[in-house]
């Protein structure tokens, strides 16, 4: 055993003079990419925080491009994407991709606005219809009204507008769009029995007043049960005010469920992968600002970066206005 081996045994250090020299190898540290070329870049970088940012960006924004690309071949996961299948090459795929640009509002304050306004324009317009039939009067009577406009109005938005309509838009995923056309059919004779009802209710609130000023106590009991007569009578309607009522009530359901419809895409998930590509693609359109700045002293590494991320904006711009944009 030589001395060496001695002092290792002991626990001892090894004096640097007599260390072998070692070649520390990549796959030691779990990486065999070679780096050599990317040093050689980063030596002739002379604006590093405007190529980190642009790198950054332009990364972001493939990556969310080829989302959208995807989306389309798919019709978002619909059917088997036919690049990964091998089918990119053939002339007319099995199915058509999407051709269009996603259609979605750019804010949705005006949605929400319309979506309050209708309830508390309902609630306001039948506060007198329901308050005969309240202890409380007027107060009693709007609490009726706005409980019933509001299942009204959110029930046609969502159930109706934004989860129905819009998933059987998707014709490629026939078992859901079924089910979201059973779905709307439901939702559609529910709020029909919803409005009928509160009709209903205020007939008999009406004819149960004048019931009590005659002394008379005969329909006194079914104003209680106003779902029965809606049942059994949809549409014996009495009085001009609970015609009004329904009229109003249905109009509103309506235009609530427009506005779902119209909240975001036809298409679910659509507009979110193209907002997505969006917001990458101004965030590339700033990095490639930032870069533009520095043009004169920027290296020729450097520039041929601003020409790539330049070309994949403009690439960008051209499939977010529509595939036929393209042609």
Request: aromatic share 8%; charged share 20%; net charge neutral.
């Amino acid at each position: 055993m030589n001395a060496n081996a001695a002092r290792a045994n002991r626990g001892e250090a090894m004096p640097l003079d007599q260390m072998e020299n070692t070649v520390l190898d990549r796959s030691d540290f779990g990486s065999t990419q070679d780096y050599s070329t990317e040093a050689t870049e980063m030596r002739e970088t002379r604006a590093p925080a405007a190529m980190i940012q642009l790198s950054r960006a332009r990364a972001i924004a493939r990556a969310r491009h080829a989302d959208l690309l995807k989306f389309r071949r798919t019709w978002g996961g619909a059917i088997n994407d036919p690049a990964e299948d091998g089918k990119a090459d053939e002339a007319r795929p099995a199915v058509k991709p999407i051709d269009r640009a996603a259609v979605y509002p750019k804010s949705h304050i005006l949605h929400f606005s319309v979506l309050a306004t209708l309830v508390l324009f309902e609630g306001l317009a039948n506060a007198y219809f329901f308050s005969k039939g309240s202890d409380l009067g007027l107060l009693g009577g709007w609490l009726q009204a706005i409980t019933v406009s509001f299942t009204n109005v959110i029930a046609a938005f969502f159930l109706i507008g934004f989860i129905g309509l819009r998933h059987m838009s998707n014709r490629n995923k026939p078992v859901i769009a079924a089910l979201a056309a059973v779905g709307v059919g439901v939702t559609v004779a529910a709020l029909g029995l919803l409005n009928l009802t509160a009709a209903h209710f205020r007939d008999l609130l009406e004819l149960n007043a004048a019931t009590l000023a005659l002394g008379g106590a005969e329909t006194t009991g079914t104003v209680l049960t106003p779902v029965l007569d809606a049942r059994a009578n949809p549409f014996n309607l009495q009085t001009l005010e609970a015609l009004l009522l329904f009229i109003l009530g249905s109009t509103f359901a309506a235009i609530a469920a427009y506005k779902g419809r119209t909240f975001d895409d036809a298409i679910p998930g659509y507009g979110g992968v193209s907002r997505r590509l969006d917001a990458a693609s101004r965030d590339l359109e700033k990095a490639l600002e930032t870069g533009w700045k520095d043009a004169k002293k920027l290296s020729a590494p450097e520039l041929e970066e601003l020409v790539e991320a330049k070309a994949l904006l403009d690439e960008i711009c051209q499939d977010l206005a529509g595939p036929g944009h393209r042609r």
